[in-house]
């Protein structure tokens, strides 16, 4: 807080408006159409995000790299696959020379490609029939990892079954299992699948074994 303004709500808002403005348009209750995103992550999440929704908190312009380049349409124009009556709707971030290019933000370098990011890669190079693509991560300080993939049908079967999952449990008004991984540390919905997260007080190594006394006796 710097004099009586609280710049740190006003850029917390600030990146709350860009990156309402940068979601993927998702219509919440057409239950026949999927987006891709959606079934890479969570599904639990993804159910709630549209039967329960609660805002995200987003912690900087990082983590609005692949929207953005998204609304930019650097040719690739959204795509969808049809799977019987339901459609998975997907979208790259770039395509050059015939390879599908997705960005991802890091927070530092990776040994390998998020597991949730190698789905939508492959998926991406089936809705868009193509055979390559690389996923390129980009850390705060400029780094960058590239990591490459050629299509696989096994994944994008798993893909289409967890298209229906989410498209049934959706229309059965049914949440989803929960699905533990890393994502729930940083998911908004962490309190409905687990405990009320708590503020524990800081415990005062010095204080608890008795030096702060003892320093401030020895200033005395
Ligand atoms: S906390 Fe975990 S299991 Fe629950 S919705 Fe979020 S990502 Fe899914």
Redesign the pocket.
């Known amino acids: 807080m710097m004099g009586d303004r609280d710049f740190r709500t006003i850029i917390q808002n600030a990146l709350g408006s860009i990156g309402r403005e940068l979601e993927l348009e998702i219509d919440s209750k057409n239950f026949q159409n999927i987006h891709l995103q959606e079934v890479v992550?969570?599904?639990?999440?993804s159910?709630?995000d549209r039967i329960d929704p609660v805002e995200i908190e987003r912690r900087g312009f990082n983590e609005l790299l692949s929207g953005l380049l998204r609304k930019l349409e650097y040719g690739s124009e959204p795509k969808e696959f049809e799977i019987e009556d339901i459609k998975l709707k997907g979208q790259t971030d770039m395509i050059v020379d015939d390879i599908i290019i997705l960005f991802r933000s890091a927070q530092s370098e990776l040994e390998n490609p998020l597991a949730n990011d190698v789905l939508y890669l492959n998926a991406c190079l089936w809705i868009y029939d193509k055979t390559e693509g690389i996923v390129v991560y980009i850390t705060g300080d400029r780094k960058e990892t590239t990591f490459s993939l050629t299509r696989n049908k096994k994944m994008f079967e798993e893909v289409i079954r967890r298209v229906r999952v989410l498209n049934n449990l959706l229309k059965e008004q049914k949440a989803?299992i929960?699905?533990?991984?890393l994502?729930?540390s940083e998911?908004?919905?962490?309190e409905?699948?687990?405990m009320k997260k708590k503020n524990s007080k800081q415990l005062d190594l010095g204080e608890m074994l008795g030096m702060g006394k003892f320093l401030k006796d020895d200033k005395d």
């Open positions: 992550q969570c599904l639990r999440r159910y709630f989803p929960l699905e533990p991984s994502e729930c998911c908004q919905y962490y409905k699948c687990f």
